[in-house]
């Protein structure tokens, strides 16, 4: 028997994938943040079925967000080299990671080194910080979204690479603009092919 199985959301009707081990558990919904109780159509199944260590419901179509449960739960311990990083604000993209560059501050007429321009980062504001997550392929295959609203937590960016992954008080949401500076920056970061290719996060990003 498959570890996982497909349920709906009652709110917004997205196809979700949970393991048989969150059975009678309520997790949130990654996309509309509201309360599933997950539990299968046949309630026989559910009485054969062996309890295993709990997991997060994701989003079967597209990227995997946090379950809500725990807050932080798809947050690297450090900076996975082949991701990409991004500060997101709510009209631009403040700031950028990926190897080999370090984080990359807005300086208003493009990026430059963050440790080098102190002065542009933000000192307060409410900000996502988007993992991109890139497939062994080159692809982006997925995000993980994280809130930062802490003061001052941004000049983290100028010292250590991963202390910004220690100023993340929550799961984060993306609001439309948002979403379409992320677009703007897979459009200009990644070959046409890349782009085309990366069917799960253009389709999310590209929902109201």
């Given at each position: ?67 809500g449960t725990n807050p ?137």
């Open positions: 028997m498959s570890d996982l199985f497909q349920i709906n959301c009652p709110s917004c009707g997205s196809k979700l994938n949970a393991k048989v081990g969150l059975i009678g558990q309520t997790r949130h919904c990654p996309k509309c943040r509201e309360p599933v109780l997950i539990q299968r159509d046949n309630p026989q199944e559910q009485t054969s079925i062996t309890v295993n260590e709990p997991s997060i419901v994701t989003v079967q179509t597209g990227p995997t967000l946090g379950s932080i739960e798809n947050l690297p311990e450090q900076l996975e080299f082949r991701n990409r990083y991004l500060v997101v604000g709510t009209d631009r993209i403040v700031a950028m990671w990926e190897t080999g560059k370090g984080w990359q501050v807005n300086v208003g007429n493009g990026f430059a080194s963050a440790k080098r321009n102190f002065s542009a980062i933000p000192d307060q504001g409410n900000f996502a910080l988007v993992e991109l997550v890139i497939a062994s392929t080159g692809i982006p295959a997925g995000l993980h979204i994280f809130n930062i609203s802490m003061r001052g937590a941004l000049t983290s960016l100028f010292r250590d690479e991963g202390e910004i992954l220690h100023k993340v008080d929550g799961v984060g949401k993306l609001t439309k603009n948002q979403k379409n500076l992320l677009l703007n920056y897979l459009r200009q970061n990644f070959m046409y092919e890349v782009f085309a290719e990366a069917h799960e996060v253009v389709t999310f990003l590209s929902e109201p």
